[in-house]
């Protein structure tokens, strides 16, 4: 189906078809358009496996390699390549090298925007003021604002080929930016509910424009809120959940794209312009696997960055005065400083009500004294990464009651190490359970991290399975354990008796 032209040329509303045509200019003449994109890189350089799927996928070199295959198929055809953010937070060389390498080959690739996601305050506000500085294109958002001094991102941009529609690019933040991070890299800024930066922006971003695109990091609820909220927006390019889908979502006529998550996939959008009509020729999503192209110069550059990452696992991050012992028979049966420890740094960062973790996730102590990255990597061996969501206070319940049905003579891996929450154990009975000193209300909903490992029903948590408003943060435990440290300097966890076992089984 095709839409008349004009000079919004409504549409590269490309899915939509049912907006009606405004009056005025045609599509240019045999004029086309390629829009390419992908979302949630969190430092993705190597290939990794699909946790769904034992194959693997992504890495920068085929990603580079594909965008490039992709423009030398018809070189005098327009090629708009978007990222829709969170570019840190989730590999060793993210942890090591804070970005720099990624925002290069992102450059050399050919990104021509990329939206702020609510990972990239991670390592502190420094490291994104050098990172979007030197980026060698454009960080958007409207809605994120600091003061007294400005971060060096703009609210959009404008990408014009010759021959093409001039295509306005608008980035949005989720709000989740102020609660995703430690409380102090927001220090001076804030940010605006992004709807309501949409409704005053897009009005003058129409006038003069074929073209509105959002490049947005809010998650797909956000954006369908966003597509019925804001006339005038022609497409949502998006991020944060890491959803993958194989055709648009539709939403109030304005379709909305989303590609996965680290590189394993590149969408496409094709759109041409016949006889003053805009017709989208297709879209698809080009996995990023073993079969794609691999550009030789990139892939020697992230072999050198891993090599130099291992070499540099000896890097003190911290001291921890005491061992924090994953001794099987200490973590598995009751409270742990480790478990404590990590509980509350997941708790704080997350401004959950309640964090839930389990036992088995602790591969090896820490010993006392200095804490290198070699400890913690051989801590988390797992790669398990932060999810936050909603459970009633009845699903809270089940999985402490699941904890305290798991005989400690086994050594239970799915016994829960916890934050923000205290219970007590009878026999293989939960006794009590309290969040913020009262009585855990069955009909309360309750905001709950955890790992992906459990989320998935791991261990027997099928009750976590159901949790609403489920935001995969891309943030790795190991990760976060290492920033607790380089944050604090010094470590030294009490235990203070959240969990409890009046009797033995």
């Known amino acids: ?68 295959q992709v423009r030398a198929q018809d070189p005098q055809r327009p090629v708009v390549l978007l990222f829709a953010g969170d570019l840190l937070q989730g590999t060793l060389t993210s942890s090591l090298f804070l970005g720099v390498p990624d925002v290069t080959l992102f450059g050399r690739m050919g990104v021509d925007a990329a939206v702020m996601g609510n990972h990239e305050l991670d390592y502190g506000q420094a490291v994104f003021r050098r990172l979007a500085a030197q980026a060698p294109f454009p960080i958007l958002t409207a809605n994120v604002q600091s003061h007294p001094e400005p971060l060096p991102v703009v609210p959009q941009v404008v990408i014009k080929r ?8 608008l980035g949005l933040t989720s709000p989740e930016l102020a ?7 927001m220090e001076g800024m804030s940010v605006e509910e ?20 959002v490049l947005s990091h809010m998650g ?19 991020g944060h959940n890491h959803n993958l889908y194989a055709e648009p979502v539709m939403e109030h006529g304005v379709a909305i794209l989303q590609a996965g998550e680290r590189g394993g996939w590149l969408g496409r959008l094709d759109l041409e312009c016949r006889d003053g009509h805009l017709v989208r020729t297709g879209y698809r999503l080009i996995p990023i696997d073993a079969a794609s192209p691999e550009d030789p110069v990139v892939a020697a550059e992230v072999r050198r960055i891993a090599a130099q990452a291992d070499q540099e696992l000896d890097q003190q991050v911290g001291t921890s005065t005491r061992e924090l012992s994953a001794w ?18 997941a708790r704080s960062i997350t401004q959950a009500d309640v964090a839930l973790f389990n036992s088995g996730g602790f591969r090896a102590s820490i010993p006392a004294g200095p804490v290198t990255l070699k400890s913690i990597y051989q801590a988390f061996p797992f790669r398990n990464e932060l999810v936050v969501g909603d459970l009633t206070g009845e699903q809270l319940l089940a999985a402490l009651a699941r904890s305290a049905s798991l ?16 219970y007590a154990i009878e026999g293989t009975r939960l006794a009590a359970a309290t969040v913020d000193g009262a009585a855990i209300d069955p009909a309360r909903r309750y905001r709950v991290v955890t790992s992906d490992f459990l989320a998935a029903g791991g261990d027997g948590y099928g009750m976590l399975e159901t949790m609403d408003k489920r935001v995969m943060s891309g943030r790795l435990i190991s990760d976060m354990v290492i920033e607790g440290f380089r944050a604090a300097g010094t470590v030294d966890p009490q235990p203070d008796g959240r969990i409890i076992r009046l009797t033995d089984p």
């Open 179 to 185: 609660t995703a991070t430690h409380p102090r890299n």
């Open 162 to 169: 010759p021959g093409t529609p001039r295509v306005v690019v």
């Open 194 to 213: 992004p709807v309501a930066v949409a409704q005053r922006l897009v009005p003058g971003l129409r006038e003069g424009a074929d073209l509105v695109v």
């Open 220 to 238: 797909i609820a956000e954006d369908r809120r966003l597509a019925r909220a804001v006339p005038g927006i022609d497409l949502i390019v998006g």
């Open 1 to 68: 189906m095709s839409l008349r032209c004009s000079p919004s040329i409504r549409s590269w509303l490309l899915l939509a078809a049912l907006l009606p045509p405004l009056a005025g200019a045609v599509c240019p003449p045999g004029g086309g358009l390629t829009l390419l994109h992908f979302n949630d890189f969190h430092g993705q350089l190597e290939p990794y496996k699909d946790a769904q799927n034992p194959i693997e996928r992504g890495g920068i070199a085929r990603l580079s390699a594909t965008v490039a």
């Open 407 to 422: 005989d400690p003579a086994d050594n239970p891996g799915g016994f829960l190490q916890v934050s923000g929450v205290r």
């Open 328 to 345: 099987r028979e200490l973590i598995r049966r009751g409270e742990a400083p480790f478990g404590d420890f990590v509980a509350d740094l």
